[in-house]
């Protein structure tokens, strides 16, 4: 494996994408770099510091198992939550786009629908639990109650309406998510039988395939996720999804270039996915293509202009390409409102060759919001 410096360490967790967060992990401890790791000042102040990532923190001090541990469980939280609202979407958007006249409870059960989608998953719950109560022979609302609960990190209530609606219907968004709740609650063994049930089933389900692929994945099965999420995509082709946890899985071997290549395809195919473009991006930077990468977040950013993490990586970019007066105004604007960046940010600063180092966090602090 080739030497990765604290700049790359740096921007690897920054980048919040988990297989970047993984690949920086894997570093060996002398790879990183002495001069800016045992600079007893930046050590002192990075030691106390509050909103340096703990994950980082791991990785520069050489706890790079537990860093390595760190970074996994922060991946896979943020998978989680992407996965649960694809999952809740997929089956619950032609509930609250149905034509004909509906009776009462399919009337209550569209607003549910359409809650789940506007992110609302308590309005969802309460206009869900009413219609299974009057009838708990109502697989829809089985269905709908429990996405509602799981998106509020209730997996355990999550179950009983879950596994009425699997019991009762066909419906593979439910089967998918009762595994997941059933993996939250520690139930794995159950939650891989009915996942294999899942991706069994045609026509193809998606999500089934990027939650069995996860959760192979957490188990450090990487060949067999990637089997698993390459199945999905040779029998539904072109959903970003796969294409996405793919390359991330991918990214964290250090395959690079097939990362790359698939990510390309995904952000020709879907130009309007900021997730896709940031991702993009960051296998671009770690290719060392830092101009591509700059092109590339600033499309980002044109789709979604307050993501703070994309800001910070354009600026530690451009300091990379050498135009620092750019990249630390991207850096202060990332920041800015944000203390939760300001660690991030003045890290950057230190630990690019073309920042600059501060001997006082105060003094950090003046600099970006100057």
């Not at 520069?60 to 979407?89: D, F, K, M, P």
Request: glycine share 6%; net charge positive.
């Amino acid at each position: 494996m080739k030497p990765v410096s604290l700049f790359e360490t740096v921007f690897a967790v920054a980048g919040s994408s988990g297989g970047t967060l993984k690949l920086a992990a894997n570093a060996e401890p002398n790879a990183i770099d002495d001069a800016a790791t045992t600079n007893a000042s930046l050590l002192a102040w990075f030691n106390n510091s509050t909103f340096t990532t703990s994950p980082l923190k791991l990785a520069v001090r050489g706890n790079l198992e537990t860093a390595r541990n760190s970074l996994i469980t922060t991946q896979l939280r943020v998978r989680h939550a992407q996965h649960l609202w694809y999952i809740c979407n997929e089956r619950t958007s032609h509930l609250s786009s149905k034509t004909e006249r509906p009776g009462v409870a399919d009337q209550t059960l569209q607003r549910a629908a359409l809650a789940l989608q506007m992110q609302r998953p308590d309005e969802a719950e309460r206009l869900a639990a009413a219609v299974f109560k009057a009838n708990r022979g109502n697989v829809a609302a089985a269905a709908l109650l429990g996405r509602a609960l799981m998106l509020q990190n209730r997996f355990d209530e999550a179950i009983t309406p879950l596994q009425k609606a699997v019991r009762r219907g066909d419906d593979p968004a439910a089967a998918t998510l009762l595994a997941t709740a059933f993996a939250a609650t520690g139930r794995r063994d159950d939650a891989l039988v009915l996942l294999r049930q899942a991706i069994a089933r045609r026509p193809a389900f998606p999500p089934a395939f990027l939650e069995y692929g996860g959760q192979l994945a957490s188990d450090g099965k990487i060949d067999e996720a990637i089997a698993v999420l390459e199945q999905g995509l040779a029998l539904t082709p072109g959903i970003i999804e796969l294409q996405l946890r793919l390359a991330s899985l991918h990214i964290g071997r250090n395959a690079r270039a097939e990362a790359r290549a698939m990510l390309q395809q995904a952000a020709a195919a879907a130009p309007s996915r900021h997730d896709v473009l940031a991702e993009l991006a960051r296998v671009m930077v770690l290719d060392g293509d830092y101009a591509a990468a700059v092109d590339v977040f600033r499309r980002a950013l044109a789709l979604r202009p307050d993501d703070a993490a994309t800001r910070a990586n354009l600026g530690i970019c451009l300091l990379e390409l050498g135009e620092r007066a750019d990249g630390e105004a991207s850096l202060r604007e990332a920041a800015r409102g944000r203390p939760e960046m300001t660690g991030r940010a003045i890290m950057s600063l230190a630990a690019n060759s073309h920042g600059r180092f501060f001997l006082r966090p105060s003094a950090a602090a003046r600099f970006l919001i100057s």
